[in-house]
């Protein structure tokens, strides 16, 4: 996996349980965290977004794809992503 890590086109933060953020802006970043930082390493979710991530990584599947499987494992872990939507007029934090 050496690469340029494919960037999410919206980045976006967790708030873990202890009250720490981590904010993901690429996909390797993400398959990083989901194999050795994160909190419930079970469930359909978690393994359906390690694998996505790992064909975004070979260029099989597009980074959004992903970005959208990790959100999906966020809540499967009961943790709370922020997306930060871009826009013209700023940016303003919304629960995923």
């Keep these: 996996m050496s690469n340029n890590g494919i960037p999410f086109a919206q980045p ?3 708030k873990m349980q202890c009250g ?18 994160w909190p419930l390493r079970t469930g359909t979710s978690y393994a359906h977004a390690v ?15 992903a970005r959208s499987a990790l959100i999906s494992a966020c809540h499967e872990a009961g943790l709370t992503p ?4 871009l826009s013209g007029n700023g940016s303003r934090p919304n629960a995923a």
């Design 12 to 14: 976006f933060t967790l």
């Design 82 to 85: 922020v997306i930060v939507e």
């Design 51 to 65: 694998a996505v991530l790992g064909d975004v990584l070979a260029g099989r599947r597009a980074s959004r794809a």
């Design 20 to 37: 720490l953020e981590h904010t993901f802006i690429n996909a390797y970043d993400a398959l990083d965290f989901l194999e050795n930082e």
